[in-house]
Each structure stands twice: as structure tokens, then as C-alpha cells.
């Protein structure tokens, strides 16, 4: 399974950005997509889920911020960040996850999201 992420880029304060990322490889249908995002120097975080069946939860510092979709057909999870803050800056990374007799997790190279003020 490999997921190729794309979309970061450099925005100023208030500005959008989608980020897109899409699962190839043998997927399990019941999945989890979701994006994190990790700082300089600090921790990694969950910023956003999505089921296969549209569950959605969000990291509560986004909420009304960003809004998280996905395109079943195509594997592919997007991540829609309007009012963006400079506290937003990070490395966001997708994945995908499900368990099937195991658990499985596969993670994307991340891109780099810049917010100046």
C-alpha cells in the first residue's frame, strides 16, 4: 500500500489550502483515511478522520477550520483548511488504516504546510 499526498505550499494568515491523498495497493474497503500534521520540535498530531462510511471526527483547534472528504472510488482523502493560523504550520501526513484478523496502518511521505502572518 502506498499513499502519495500532495497540496502543501506556502499561504499567508487567513488563507486556503486542500491538501489530497490517495491509497494505492490491495485497501481493505472498511477503512479509516485521516491526516496528522507534526511541528518543529513538537509532537504529531491527529487533525482529522474519516470512515468509509463518513464518520468524521476533528482535532478541536480545526473545527469550523477544516473539513475532512473522501472519494471512495478513487482512495482518496482530502483535507479543505480555510482561516488557516500560523500555529498551523506543520508536516501533514495522510493515512490509511483497518483491521482485518490484524490491524494494518500505512502513512504517506507528508507535505509541508507553511502559514506566514
Known amino acids: 500500500v502506498q499513499l502519495q499526498a500532495s497540496g502543501g505550499g506556502l499561504v499567508q494568515a487567513g488563507g486556503s489550502l486542500r491538501l489530497s491523498c490517495t491509497a494505492s495497493?490491495?485497501?481493505?474497503?472498511?477503512?479509516?483515511m485521516g491526516w496528522c500534521r507534526q511541528a518543529p520540535g513538537k509532537q504529531r498530531d491527529l487533525v482529522a478522520t474519516?470512515?468509509?462510511?463518513?464518520?468524521?471526527n476533528y482535532l478541536d483547534s480545526v473545527k469550523g477550520r477544516f473539513t475532512i472528504s473522501r472519494d471512495n472510488a478513487k482512495n482518496t482523502v482530502y483535507l479543505q483548511m480555510n482561516s488557516l493560523k500560523p500555529e498551523d504550520t506543520a508536516v501533514y501526513y495522510c493515512n490509511v488504516k483497518w483491521a482485518f484478523r490484524r490491524s494494518y496502518e500505512y502513512w504517506g511521505q507528508g507535505t509541508l504546510v507553511t502559514v506566514s502572518s
Open positions: 474519516i470512515t468509509s462510511g463518513d464518520s468524521i
Open positions: 495497493g490491495n485497501i481493505f474497503s472498511g477503512n479509516t
